[in-house]
């Protein structure tokens, strides 16, 4: 089987995805967890129905918004599916890559 793309491009899509894969999930954990005491005993009581969840205005840039963490995290693990996607597809042409830089699957040195 030949590869597709380029070693370079192979190669490069593998270290991005990889970095996109650990940012991504991060912020996803940050949007669905639920916010709770210093010592961590139990989650925080307030009123309405989403403000249970970790909306820091460190990262949302607003203590309101958004109105749905976890609609948020959803969305966000869904970009982490398809970068995992990109890295096993770059990860296989790069695997190619090296295999053809040996002259094939099998070589008789």
């Keep these: 089987m030949k590869p597709v793309v380029s070693a370079l491009n192979a190669w490069s899509c593998v270290v991005i995805s990889l970095f996109a894969i650990v ?41 309101d918004e958004p109105e749905d963490g976890p609609a948020v995290a959803a969305s966000i693990y869904t970009a982490v599916i398809v970068y995992a996607g990109f890295f096993v597809f770059c990860g296989f042409q790069a695997f190619l890559h090296m295999r053809n830089s040996r002259g094939g699957a099998i070589s008789l040195h």
């Design 23 to 63: 940012i991504l999930s991060v912020l996803g954990s940050l949007y669905s967890v639920h916010e709770s005491d210093p010592l961590r005993h139990q989650p925080a009581q307030r009123p309405g129905p989403h403000k249970a969840y970790s909306n820091n205005h460190a990262y949302t840039g607003s203590e």
